[in-house]
């Protein structure tokens, strides 16, 4: 690729997946004549000159399959490589239309389980999407178990795990390797009852032996040894990030997600300068 072709713009594609009372989410097929054609996608186009991308992704789905007054939660935002050019995907989540769904441009579409969609030829890009769709929307991180009564500490973390959807991260820096692995196949096997996953702050080796969801750790430390090669290919990996670049640097050395911090002032990180929220959002 020549010095031209890199330095173009990307272009802008809105993308909405839409989830319906039974939890089920709409695919369509490209059609026979356009690049990709025979693969499966969620519904959206690109960005027509400066439009908002919220403006794009309601007129791309009005024009697709017939729905309007979208209620759009963003999801993901990404790019990738497309030929000569790169593109960038905003991905939204939507729970909530009017109008009925109809391929009005002679496609064919598919309410699909999230399970089932293995079974459909899905274009690339969309392994980098299910992976945000997949995350709950709630990270809880665990306070230290070394630094507070060991019963107390177990009745909160069971009251955490019977209030609802998420995920969590056993941090503890207070403990030896040997005694986190101890407390951490516990926590595993209570978390793993609820439907809960769990990621760890040490190694490969000792998430695999807990039988943990993955692993957390500073970015430096991703930035250092890149995402393991021999984590389980459904392990997650998430970083703690404090800048702008660090969040961009994750996104390059292969983090799932990023937790950004911190908004305020915290006993965890004494030295560090507070973003606010300003700061956080503009990170």
């Known amino acids: 690729?020549?010095?031209?072709?890199?330095?173009?713009?990307?272009?802008?594609?809105?993308?909405?997946?839409?989830?319906?009372?039974?939890?089920?989410?709409?695919?369509?097929?490209?059609?026979?004549?356009?690049?990709?054609?025979?693969?499966?996608?969620?519904?959206?186009?690109?960005?027509?000159?400066?439009?908002?991308m919220a403006d794009c992704l309601a007129r791309e789905?009005?024009?697709?399959?017939?729905?309007?007054d979208c209620v759009a939660r963003p999801l993901i935002r990404f790019s990738h490589s497309k030929g000569e050019r790169p593109v960038r995907l905003h991905v939204s989540r939507i729970d909530d239309w009017q109008g009925d769904v109809a391929g009005l441009e002679g496609q064919q579409l598919a309410?699909?389980?999230?399970?089932?969609?293995?079974?459909?030829?899905?274009?690339?890009?969309?392994?980098?999407?299910?992976?945000?769709?997949?995350?709950?929307?709630?990270?809880?991180?665990?306070?230290?178990?070394?630094a507070t009564?060991?019963?107390?500490?177990?009745?909160?973390?069971?009251?955490?795990?019977?209030?609802?959807?998420?995920?969590?991260?056993?941090?503890?820096?207070?403990?030896?390797?040997?005694a986190y692995e101890r407390l951490a196949a516990d926590v595993v096997e209570a978390a793993h009852a609820h439907g809960v996953r769990v990621l760890v702050d040490r190694s490969v080796d000792l998430c695999r032996a807990v039988g943990a969801d993955g692993l957390h750790w500073p970015v430096a430390r991703l930035i250092d040894k890149g995402r393991p090669d021999d984590?389980?290919?459904?392990?997650?990996?998430?970083?703690?990030?404090?800048t702008h670049s660090d969040l961009a640097m994750a996104a390059r050395r292969g983090a799932d997600f990023a937790v950004l911090?911190?908004?305020a002032a915290t006993t965890t990180h004494p030295g560090a300068a507070p973003l606010g929220w300003d700061g956080w959002a503009a990170a």
């Open 1 to 52: 690729m020549d010095s031209e072709q890199a330095e173009r713009p990307p272009i802008d594609i809105a993308v909405g997946i839409l989830v319906d009372a039974r939890q089920r989410l709409l695919i369509a097929q490209r059609r026979p004549g356009t690049p990709g054609a025979g693969f499966w996608e969620f519904p959206g186009g690109k960005r027509e000159g400066d439009e908002p």
């Open 61 to 68: 789905l009005g024009e697709e399959i017939g729905v309007r």
């Open 111 to 146: 309410w699909v389980s999230r399970e089932a969609l293995r079974d459909y030829r899905l274009l690339p890009a969309t392994d980098v999407i299910l992976n945000a769709f997949d995350l709950p929307a709630r990270y809880a991180i665990t306070p230290a178990h070394s």
């Open 149 to 178: 009564d060991t019963d107390s500490w177990w009745r909160s973390f069971r009251t955490l795990l019977s209030s609802g959807s998420m995920m969590l991260r056993l941090r503890d820096q207070g403990l030896d390797d040997a």
């Open 231 to 242: 984590l389980d290919p459904a392990g997650l990996v998430a970083v703690s990030a404090h």
């Open 261 to 263: 911090s911190p908004v």
